[in-house]
């Protein structure tokens, strides 16, 4: 790509196989299904989402220099996503997360992202390195982080240098990984995007609703949340105040790569101009036709 990315995506890249069925399951349960192998991980949703809203994401990632990730690099840019600056290792296999889904929702997932974690900072390199920013001319624009970083990484870029201009959206990646994003909390130019489990988890506390979890964690010291919960109310909260917004009712289809999208759709709301209250309500209605199957494979 010959044009510079309107916004970075930092985080994984992999493939997600998916068992999903229409059936209930329970813990042991073998039923007939679907099983399909798509473009995943958080960073990897939310730059395809964004393309499909019409902008220029950048990966910033680990990609394997082996089969799968000669055929994951191809099909991100077939999509319109800019390769030019993932790490490709040779040492390094491609990531894969695996889960299955029944119509009660998520039954169990498996993210494999050892190598993101064994590449470490050598995924910023272009930030430092001048093909997206130098010491002196940090990324002036929008970056998208997940929490399949390191905890010492996560806690490494809250005071980089490198990001100190960058606009930056930060969502956990899973409730197992959410305690990884507490040395961002407080950083300045950081939005964090989470689900109502993982602002528990953050906070060390229950919550009953999303705007009461958002109000949590802005005394806990963020200066910016979007916190969801499933069809029920999300909030957007800063230390003005909490503004709240209730999802369109579908019928859910899938759920992994939700979050992902209504965290892209906002992002990409607030890049044309939306105030907070649109912004939310393009969210949760880009979340609620991805669920309901009506987008995307």
């Known amino acids: 790509m010959t044009q510079a990315p309107d916004i970075l995506c930092i985080g994984s890249v992999l493939w997600d196989i998916i068992g999903r069925?229409?059936?209930?399951?329970?813990?042991?349960?073998?039923?007939p299904g679907?099983?399909?192998?798509?473009?995943?991980?958080?960073?990897?949703?939310?730059?395809?989402t964004?393309?499909?809203?019409?902008?220029?994401?950048?990966?910033?990632?680990?990609?394997?220099?082996?089969a799968e990730g000669d055929e994951l690099v191809a099909a991100a840019t077939r999509l319109g996503l800019d390769c030019a600056h993932l790490y490709r290792s040779e040492d390094l296999p491609t990531d894969r997360y695996m889960a299955v889904e029944g119509a009660n929702g998520l039954i169990a997932a498996i993210a494999d992202a050892h190598s993101l974690e064994a590449a470490g900072d050598k995924?910023?390199?272009?930030?430092?390195?001048?093909?997206?920013?130098?010491?002196?001319?940090?990324?002036?624009?929008?970056?998208?982080?997940?929490?399949?970083?390191?905890?010492?990484?996560?806690?490494?870029?809250?005071?980089?240098?490198?990001f100190r201009a960058a606009d930056l959206?930060?969502?956990?990646?899973?409730?197992?990984?959410?305690?990884?994003?507490l040395p961002l909390l407080p950083v300045a130019n950081a939005t964090i995007y989470v689900n109502l489990e993982e602002a528990g988890i953050?906070?060390?506390?229950?919550?009953?609703?999303?705007?009461?979890?958002?109000?949590?964690?802005?005394?806990?010291?963020?200066?910016?949340?979007?916190?969801?919960?499933?069809?029920?109310?999300?909030?957007?909260?800063?230390?003005?105040?909490?503004v709240s917004a209730t999802p369109p009712p579908v019928l859910v289809t899938r759920v992994?790569?939700?979050?992902?999208?209504?965290?892209?759709?906002?992002?990409?709301?607030?890049?044309?101009?939306?105030?907070?209250?649109?912004?939310l309500a393009a969210a949760l209605q880009a979340a609620a036709t991805y669920v309901?199957?009506?987008?995307?494979?």
């Open 21 to 31: 069925t229409p059936a209930h399951m329970a813990a042991g349960a073998d039923v």
């Open 34 to 48: 679907r099983i399909t192998r798509l473009p995943g991980g958080v960073a990897m949703n939310i730059a395809m």
């Open 50 to 66: 964004l393309a499909r809203f019409g902008l220029r994401p950048a990966l910033l990632s680990a990609v394997g220099r082996d």
């Open 123 to 162: 995924i910023l390199r272009p930030l430092t390195g001048g093909a997206l920013g130098e010491p002196d001319a940090p990324w002036p624009g929008p970056v998208a982080l997940d929490g399949n970083l390191t905890t010492a990484l996560l806690a490494e870029i809250a005071g980089l240098p490198a």
């Open 169 to 181: 959206r930060i969502a956990p990646a899973s409730p197992g990984k959410a305690e990884r994003l």
């Open 202 to 242: 953050l906070c060390q506390r229950r919550f009953a609703s999303a705007p009461e979890a958002a109000a949590g964690l802005i005394g806990r010291g963020a200066r910016r949340v979007l916190v969801t919960d499933g069809g029920r109310d999300a909030a957007d909260g800063t230390p003005l105040g909490v």
């Open 256 to 279: 992994t790569g939700a979050g992902d999208t209504f965290m892209a759709a906002h992002i990409a709301a607030e890049l044309r101009g939306r105030d907070r209250n649109a912004a």
């Open 292 to 297: 309901s199957g009506d987008i995307g494979s």
